[in-house]
């Protein structure tokens, strides 16, 4: 299938002439009619405008007269409901630090890593350049491991000065 066509609703006329043997065979297109009769009102299935039935009747059927520019709805054509393609998320490491840690920073680091393991608050205070968003990303990259498997409470907050 097309990727252009994920996740669209199309006229049969609409969908290229070299697709259309897989419309008619893939099971998660849904194939609906185009407009449905509701009493004195005709809907249509694609834009969901309720059309009086004496505004749109043509010899043969109802057309939808709301978005007759993308296309002629009629009660007797089908809308072909094409899902959209569920993209996998990527798991690649966008922010990674490589580097070594003095002693006082690996030091606060194992520290934050350990009340990050015991779920349990730990507040660094330290000027600016001292490697703060470092040790975030090792309390990251704890996280992302321990998600993998299955945890999935984390809470690091950032502290506010005022």
């Keep these: 299938m097309d990727e252009i066509l994920y996740g669209r609703q199309l006229l049969k006329s609409d969908i290229p002439k070299s697709l259309r043997h897989v419309v008619d065979n893939d099971k998660q297109i849904k194939k609906v009619a185009g407009m449905s009769i509701d009493g004195q009102f005709v809907v249509c299935q694609r834009c969901g405008h309720e059309n009086h039935c004496s505004q749109c009747q043509t010899s043969t059927g109802y057309y939808c ?14 809308l072909y409901r094409i899902p959209r393609k569920l993209k996998q998320a990527k798991r690649e490491r966008c922010c ?18 350990t009340a990050y393991d015991n779920q349990t608050n730990h507040f660094v205070h330290a000027v600016t350049g001292a490697g703060k ?3 975030r990303i090792l309390i990251r990259d704890r996280y992302v491991a321990r998600r993998d498997e299955g945890f999935t ?3 690091v907050k950032r502290a506010k000065m005022t």
């Design 65 to 78: 007269v709301y978005c007759i520019n993308m296309g002629k709805v009629k009660s007797d054509a089908f």
């Design 96 to 113: 990674e630090w490589r580097g070594d840690l003095t002693k006082i920073q690996q030091r606060v680091a194992n520290d934050l890593l």
């Design 133 to 135: 968003k470092t040790r």
């Design 153 to 155: 409470r984390c809470r």
